[in-house]
Structures are given as structure tokens and as C-alpha cells.
């Protein structure tokens, strides 16, 4: 063994190390390349002092370095030997035997595994030859996946304990860990990259009475629920479900209790815009009764858009008759043909009323001598022929 690993190796035994501040161990740092002379790989971690990589530890299986100098590469912090901070670019424990695992615990560097079986508790885990488990609490962050989906796979394990007892060896692992270390790197680069009105793409997560929370990789946001949609008195499972990819407009940033707001309804169109352009007072539409209220019932006359037919319009369904209820003329979910009375653009409200066959006809203009003086003359001839100054008896027309 040279030099480099026996002192490589003393250090991964856990001889008196003395972690710096700032960097845990198996904590992932971009480093760029310095020096590939001598027996150590020496890079810039972005730290007053540079960190030492041994070079047994910066090749790959065919022993070529895994990096020349000036590029970026990603090490492992290890620990501190004689004032050095000491990493490793490679990240997983590799080989089999009690002195892998060893070696990954006492670095803090992760290792691979397979999910064996599940049982009471947790998994089996199959860690370069030993037996290990791992806790469900321990598998993932959210609890999404069925338990069963994790059996047969390879996944990355940490190490959290390693010890012997009257029972045998015990080895405990997590992967929850080494997520939650990735996504508090992910949450950092986020709030520094996040600003209001931006658009990123995010995935559901969970579902509250009051809005849908998203995760924007490394944090997660809140889409209150009167910003999940442009429509009224709506559930959250009713726009979006658990899983889902969606779209969504950052609205408000906390940096300090890292609290994000988040819009899915500012990046679709104002339904009322559109109404509003494309109707007006007096059109005749077939509306939907959405619910009903003591002073009439709401319908809708698009996704987003509804508008009021109160008791009193209603009425005429009722050939007139005072009625003390919608519910007496029209049920939620029914189809009817309405006319359009008013539109407040101000406050949003429509006006409406309910078309009958018994609905009298609009009127005709009234004569206009200017339009149809002929017309005219002749409405106005037979009116009161009998008076005797009528300016039009005795006018032949």
C-alpha cells in the first residue's frame, strides 16, 4: 500500500478526526482541479484552504484521473489530517466484505445496495455482502411509492450505524438521508435563483382543504386555492391530483420562513376577458345551474364565468307565479336557455333571466318617417279620420 492510502486509510479509520466547519462528511463540493502532481490531487473547494484528494481515490476502474487540472470536478469531504481538508471523487464504497461497509460508515461516503425484501418495519438490504436494514420511514422523503416498488432494486444507501452487539452485527441505512442532503442543496440554489412572476414547472404533492402544495425541486410552494383555478368553489382534487407536472407563476417569495406562493390560474386566461368579448347584454345562451341560493340560482355560462337568475326572473318559469324558492323551478346540474340582462365589467356580475316560450316578442321599432315615410303615412292616415282636423282625412295614399 503507498504511503498516500495507508494514510488514506488511517483517516477513514477514524483517527482522531477533527471535521472542519462547514463541511459534514460526505458532503458533495464542486471543486476545480489545481494540481494532479505528486501523490495528491490538490483542488480549489471554494474554501480558504485548498483540499487534498489522494490519488488512488481520483481514478477511475482503469486508473485514469478522473479530472486534469483547471476543470471542475465533484468530490467528498472525508475529514481533517494535519490541518488538510481531506475529499475523495469517489463517491460510493466499492467491493464486498465487512471492511467496505466499515470504510463507508467511518467516512460518512455513501454506498450502493439492493433492496432485498420487505419486512416488519422496513427492508432488507443486501450492502456489499452484508445484511443491513433500512426503516420505510428511512427510504424515501415522501412517503409516494408503494412499499413493494422499492424490492429488486439497486438504490444508495448512508450508513447510520455499525455496530455489534450479543446479537450479531448490526447495520443501519438510510437513503432518506442523502436525499434530504441533495434537496437542502437544490432548496438553496432555489431561493437564490427564485423571484415574483417567474413560471416554473413543478410536481404535486399533496393536497389540503385549502390549496395544493407543489414541489419546485428543493422546496415546495403553496397554490392557495382561490389561485387553483379561474372558476368558483372548487376542490383541490377537483383541478389537479397528486403526481401531477404542472405549470404555475411564483406570486411571493419568504426567503426568511421559506415560504413560497404560487399561482396556476395566472398563466391561463381570464374566462371573464373572454366572456366580455364575446357577448353582450341580450344574447341568449344555454347556462348550467350551478348551485342554489336563497335569492336564486347561479349558472354558469362558461368554466370560470356565472352569473345570477334571481327569484324574481325566475318567476316566469312559474308562468309568473311568486315562487319562494329556486328549488321550485330548476335543480343543480340542469341545462337552460337564458338571456343575458346586464353586465357589471366593474364587479364581475352577470344578470339573468330565464327564456319561455311565454316571453313576449321584442318590439318593432316604432314608424320612423325618415326610414319609411310611405309606412308612415300610412299608420298615421287611420288614426282618428273622424276628427275633423285630422291633417290626413281625405289624403289619398
Known sequence: MSDSRADFAALLAGGGMNYRRGFNPGEQVEARVISTRGNYVIVDVGAK?????????????????????????????????????????????????????????????PIDGIVVSENKGGYQIDLAGERAFCPFSQMDIIRGKEASEYVGTRQTFLVTEYAEDERGLNILVSRRVLLERERKALREQLFAELGEGQTREGTVTRLADFGAFVDLGGAEGLIPLRELSWQRNVRPEEIVKVGDKVEVQVLHVDVGSERISLSLRALHENPWDVFVSQYREGDVLTAKILRIAPFGAFAQLMPGVDGLLSN?????????????????????????EVRVESIDERDHRIALRPVTQEEPKAELPGNDPDEDPTAWLKANASKNAAIGNNPFAGLSL
Not at 490519488?55 to 478522473?66: I, N, Q, S, Y
Not at 471492511?99 to 467511518?106: I, Q
Not at 325566475?314 to 337552460?336: D, F, M, P, T, Y
Request: charged fraction near 30%; aromatic fraction near 6%.
Open 49 to 109: 484552504d485548498e483540499g487534498v484528494v489522494p490519488k488512488e481515490f481520483f481514478t477511475d476502474d482503469e486508473g485514469r484521473l478522473m479530472g486534469q487540472t483547471g476543470e471542475t470536478v465533484t468530490v467528498w469531504f472525508v475529514g481533517m489530517r494535519q490541518g488538510n481538508m481531506v475529499f475523495t471523487a469517489k463517491n460510493k464504497a466499492q467491493g464486498r466484505g465487512e471492511s467496505v461497509v466499515r470504510k463507508a460508515f467511518e467516512a460518512g461516503t
Open 312 to 336: 324574481g326572473r325566475l318567476a316566469a318559469l312559474a308562468k309568473g307565479r311568486r315562487i319562494a324558492s329556486a328549488h321550485e323551478v330548476v335543480e343543480e346540474g340542469q341545462l337552460l
